[in-house]
C-alpha cells in the first residue's frame, strides 16, 4: 500500500509566523504535490516536484515556497503566514507518468 | 477560472437507489478524467477512471460516462450504500503535468 504521511493532522499558528508542513512517501515515486483545499474551490495546486531539487509552479504559488531535498520527502513553507491561508493542505505523490495522485490525510492550518 | 466543474455542492439519496454525480470541463484538451472520493479527516482516494477515447468505464457499482461533444461527465453509483456518503470530486488531466479538480460534490446516503 501507497503511504503519504503528513507530518501534523492539526496547526494552529500566529500571523507572521514562518510555517512548515512536511510530507512523507514510501513509494518512491518521483512526483510530489501540494494543494489547499477551501470550501467551494475543491483541490487547487499549489506546487509540484517531478524529481530531487526539482520545483514547479502550480496554480496558486504566492505566499508559498517549496524544497524537496530528499525524493521522499516534499516540505511545503510558508514564509509569513497570513489568515487567508487558513487552509486544508494536502500533499499527494505519483510514480513517473502515472494517472493517479496518492494523497496524505491533510493538515489542517489556521493562521490567526 | 474553473476548468472543470461540478455544480451540485450536496446530493441526498437513498440506500439502494441510483446515485448521479456530474462534472462538466470547458478544456477540449482534457484527455482522461478520474473519480475521487475523500471521507471526513482522510485524503481522497481514487474511484474511477475514464479515457477521453472511451464513453464508458464500469468497475462494480460504480459506472462513469463520458460525453466529450457536451464536455460533461457523470458517475453512476448502483446502488447506493452509506459507506458511499463522503465528497466526491472530479479531475482531468491538463497535458502531461497539472490534475485540475471541481469543487466536489458532498454526497449523502440516507437509510
Known amino acids: 500500500d501507497v503511504k503519504v504521511t503528513q507530518s501534523s493532522r492539526y496547526l494552529v499558528k500566529r500571523t507572521g509566523e514562518k510555517v512548515f508542513l512536511e510530507c512523507v512517501q514510501d513509494?518512491?515515486?518521483?512526483?510530489m504535490f501540494w494543494y489547499r483545499q477551501d470550501p467551494g474551490l475543491g483541490l487547487r495546486l499549489i506546487y509540484f516536484?517531478?524529481?530531487?531539487?526539482?520545483?514547479e509552479k502550480g496554480d496558486i504559488p504566492e505566499g508559498y515556497s517549496v524544497s524537496r531535498e530528499k525524493k521522499e520527502r516534499f516540505s511545503l513553507i510558508l514564509e509569513s503566514a497570513s489568515t487567508n491561508q487558513t487552509s486544508m493542505y494536502l500533499c499527494?505523490?505519483?510514480?513517473?507518468?502515472?494517472?493517479?495522485?496518492?494523497f496524505g490525510a491533510g493538515t489542517r492550518l489556521s493562521v490567526l | 477560472d474553473q476548468q472543470v466543474k461540478q455544480n451540485s455542492p450536496s446530493l441526498s439519496v437513498q440506500e439502494g437507489r441510483i446515485s448521479i454525480l456530474n462534472c462538466d470541463y470547458t478544456?477540449?484538451?482534457?484527455?482522461?478524467f478520474l473519480w475521487y472520493k475523500k471521507y471526513p479527516a482522510e485524503g481522497p482516494t481514487f474511484l474511477i477512471s475514464?479515457?477521453?477515447?472511451?464513453d464508458k468505464n464500469e468497475d462494480g457499482r460504480f459506472t462513469v460516462f463520458l460525453n466529450k461533444s457536451a464536455k460533461h461527465l457523470s458517475l453512476h453509483i448502483v446502488p447506493s450504500q452509506p459507506g458511499d456518503s463522503a465528497v466526491y470530486f472530479c479531475?482531468?488531466?491538463?497535458?502531461?503535468?497539472?490534475?485540475?479538480f471541481g469543487q466536489g460534490t458532498r454526497l449523502t446516503i440516507n437509510p
Open positions: 516536484s517531478y524529481d530531487v531539487k526539482m520545483k
Open positions: 479531475a482531468a488531466w491538463e497535458g502531461a503535468q497539472k490534475l485540475v
Open positions: 499527494a505523490s505519483s510514480p513517473a507518468g502515472a494517472d493517479i495522485q496518492y
Open positions: 478544456n477540449s484538451m482534457f484527455d482522461y
Open positions: 475514464i479515457s477521453s477515447i472511451k
Open positions: 513509494m518512491d515515486h518521483e512526483n
